[in-house]
């Protein structure tokens, strides 16, 4: 994490790539940037997939929690 922290900027530590890993912050902007820069591809796909795995995650946390009466009816209520 050092090393990738190294790459992003000067200010960047182990411990805030730690935080942005574990949701507690986000990278800034000018920070994304660089990112997308390293790994080769945009700020947008990179935003694109954390949506997505955080819709994902949603979902399986219905299914856990929720038996299939009960999604029905969420999804009743939502429409």
Do not use: H
Not at 53 to 68: H, P, Q, R
Request: no cysteine; net charge negative; aromatic share 6%.
């Amino acid at each position: 994490m050092a090393a990738f922290a190294e790459r992003i900027d000067n200010r960047s530590k182990s411990g805030t790539i730690s935080n942005w890993e574990t949701g507690k912050n986000l990278p800034n902007n000018e920070r994304l940037k660089r990112i997308a820069e390293i790994g080769d591809t945009t700020v947008e796909y990179l935003l694109k997939d954390n949506q997505a795995k955080t819709l994902e995650e949603a979902v399986d946390e219905i299914k856990e929690n929720f038996n299939a009466d009960e999604i029905k009816q969420i999804i009743r209520q939502l429409i």
